[in-house]
């Protein structure tokens, strides 16, 4: 999958807000990537951009989305459906909230199987027995509707439907929140290990460093609409390039140690109306350079693997 | 029948504690009826002598949020009592009860629905003040607000005049407390009160709450699932498992050196910031949702306990004292 200066817009009354305003970034086969940030820095957004998921107000205004060499953005609808849980799939934010309550979990997982491919009654339920049994849910699940589940199980039902037709490319979008720790590690464990079972990539959106330093295999920071920094998870946590990245690793409460933790002041700019020069400036802790109020930091690699868009980084 | 030490206060007394304190709830008609135990025998005291952070942890469905409420008088307990400064709050004197009611305050976990959307901020923080008669005048009135909102790090000019819909989850939250705080309480319940606030944020608030004991001297019992935060701010932890205590004491003790095979696993499983150190063994998701048993007897954990013995299935654990300072329920240390 590969993301080229991807540009999704919300139209709004003050204007086009710009919730993912060039973003690239590459994930390769098998890679298990984090994207993290506050609330509202576009990180849902981007989910939706790559997905072909965006509906108005919300708009894609340009950029080019490449899946296996394909360019998503010049597929017709009809194509596009015809992609969605086969190849790539999403399992969308409150996910045990999206099930439709008034049918049954196995005649929702068996729409998904069909919507796609043709096979026999009997196919089609050996399938749903192994995708139940494969997320852990109990037999009898399968003829049980929405709220007769936990959310914990709910969370799981999305899963299956996700996963039932193996696609190469999943999105999980906040998968754990709300979910209780023991079983929010068992999530995150199921959905990471369909990397080791079909060589699927994953991409986990969370505002967690905690969760992606215990599932990623890179990390994304996002502010404000853009990518601040890229890297693999070891050496973000090592050694924080970017002042925003610092700033969450330390806002991150932790058992390993108490310490006092730091918050940023500040809220995040605007996507109306971005001021010049670095998005981050005003609540930087480092701010100190004349060049971050004149002239927005672009995404530069930075040794192996490793990109940050910084001008603090690059006075160093 | 009233306590007998309920009659007169003590000043020696925890300034709350909490005695066998038990909760049941019935739903369904006369056919359906289900009978589910929330609170099961709770006992446990905030000390007066100086003010602390208190954790109050457990999964959802834990009871954890119905003893903050059964606490502030939202639900009257089955059975047990409620001890505030020695006294019984059900067998308190009208103006005894009055200031409970002003002392014990809490803080919910939604920053926007404690709100009336249609009136601007200032009223919540200004009506409490003329229920509780605390300003001679309109001037004084302004004049605590203004304090209290200054007291959790926030502009007055800033927030006073706003509609809730217009500040952020974390301003909110804020705001709630400087109300809390207002009326000079001497215990907050905090029921969650960062899960809905972003991660940046997050941080602001749980200074503040460690700020203000240490300056107002209020103590807080802080309610939550996330171990993470209660080991940042607190001094003392409680774990609850389907409504009773099954490991407390010293925040240090109890996740440093956890007994409880449920808060073993609990904590083993809490992400750590750090990517060198990452989960072993893989949990499998079919175990750790296996419908429990609802006899009267036996310990609640048995069928997800890994190390779970015959007398566990018999015989109710009891919370017994293993080390100075943490206490366990649990039949493997007894």
Not at chain 1, 24 to 48: D, F, H, P, Q
Not at chain 2, 112 to 118: D, E, G, K, Q, R
Not at chain 2, 253 to 261: F, G, Q, R, S
Not at chain 2, 314 to 328: D, S
Request: hydrophobic content about 40%; some cysteine; charged content about 25%.
């Amino acid at each position: 999958m590969e993301v080229h200066d991807l540009k999704v817009y919300y139209m709004t009354a003050a204007g086009a807000a710009r919730a993912v305003d060039g973003v690239s970034l590459v994930i390769t086969r098998g890679e298990i990537v984090g994207i993290v940030g506050e609330s509202g820095c576009g990180k849902s957004t981007l989910a939706a951009g790559i997905l072909r998921l965006v509906r108005p107000p919300c708009y894609v205004k340009g950029g080019r989305v490449l899946f296996d060499g394909v360019d998503l953005m010049s597929l017709g609808h009809e194509e596009i459906r015809k992609m969605r849980l086969k190849r790539f799939s999403w399992i969308p934010q409150g996910s045990m909230n999206s099930l439709n309550p008034i049918k049954r979990i196995r005649d929702q997982i068996r729409d998904g199987i069909l919507a796609h491919e043709e096979s026999s009654h009997t196919d089609v339920s050996k399938r749903i027995r192994e995708l139940i049994e494969m997320v852990g849910l109990p037999p009898e699940t399968a003829m049980m509707y929405p709220h007769e589940l936990s959310g914990g199980m709910r969370q799981r039902a999305v899963i299956a439907i996700a996963l039932c037709l193996q696609p190469q490319f999943v999105v999980a979008d906040e998968p754990t929140t709300a979910l209780d720790v023991v079983v929010q590690r068992a999530v995150l464990q199921f959905i990471t290990g369909i990397k080791d079972d079909f060589g699927s990539s994953v991409m986990l959106i969370t505002h967690d460093m905690a969760v992606t330093a215990e599932t990623c295999d890179r990390l994304a920071v996002m502010y404000a609409g853009k990518l601040v920094e890229v890297g693999r998870v070891e050496d973000v946590f090592k050694e924080p390039l970017h002042p925003y990245t610092k700033a969450l690793i330390e806002a991150t409460p932790s058992l390993l140690g108490k310490r006092k933790l730091r918050m940023l002041s500040g809220f995040p700019p605007s996507l109306v109306n971005p001021m010049p020069g670095c998005r981050f400036r005003e609540r930087c802790p480092e701010y100190n350079c004349q060049k971050c109020g004149d002239e927005e930091p672009s995404l530069h690699e930075v040794g192996s693997n490793r990109m940050v868009a910084c001008h603090l980084w690059w006075g160093k | 029948m009233p306590s007998l030490v309920g009659e007169v206060g003590r000043m020696d007394a925890p300034l709350l504690e909490l005695r066998n304190l038990t909760k049941v709830f019935t739903t369904g008609g006369l056919v359906h009826r289900r009978i589910l135990k929330a609170v099961d025998n709770v006992s446990f005291i905030i000390p007066g002598d100086k003010p602390m952070v208190i954790t109050l942890a457990g999964e959802s469905g834990s009871g954890k949020s119905t003893i903050g409420r059964l606490i502030i008088g939202e639900h009257t307990p089955t059975s047990g009592n409620i001890l505030y400064q020695g006294r019984d709050v059900r067998y308190m004197s009208r103006s005894d009860r009055r200031s409970y009611v002003r002392e014990v305050q809490m803080v919910y976990q939604d920053p926007y629905s404690t709100y009336n959307p249609l009136y601007v901020v200032d009223r919540i923080l200004r009506m409490p003040l003329r229920n509780f008669k605390l300003a001679k005048s309109k001037e004084d009135e302004d004049r605590m607000i203004k304090g209290a909102i200054e007291a959790v790090n926030l502009s007055a000019d800033r927030v006073l005049g706003k509609y809730p819909h217009e500040l952020s989850g974390g301003e909110r939250q804020r705001l709630i407390v400087a109300r809390a705080l207002m009326l000079r309480p001497r215990i907050i319940i905090a029921d969650e009160p960062v899960s809905m606030i972003d991660a940046s944020l997050r941080a602001g608030i749980l200074n503040d709450i460690e700020r203000l004991k240490n300056e107002f001297g209020v103590s807080f019992l802080y309610i939550t699932h996330d171990l993470s935060t209660a080991y940042t701010i607190s001094q003392r932890m409680i774990v609850l498992y389907r409504g009773s205590i099954v490991e407390e004491g010293d925040i240090e003790k109890v996740v440093n050196a956890p007994k409880h095979p449920y808060l073993q696993k609990l904590i083993e499983s809490i992400p750590l910031p750090n990517p060198e150190m990452k989960w072993k063994e893989k949990l499998s998701m079919r175990t750790e949702e296996i419908t429990y048993k609802t006899e009267e007897s036996g310990c609640k954990y048995y069928g997800r306990c890994p190390l779970a013995i015959d007398r566990c299935l018999k015989e109710t654990p009891r919370l017994a004292e293993i080390e100075l300072e943490h206490r366990v329920a649990c039949h493997l240390y007894a």
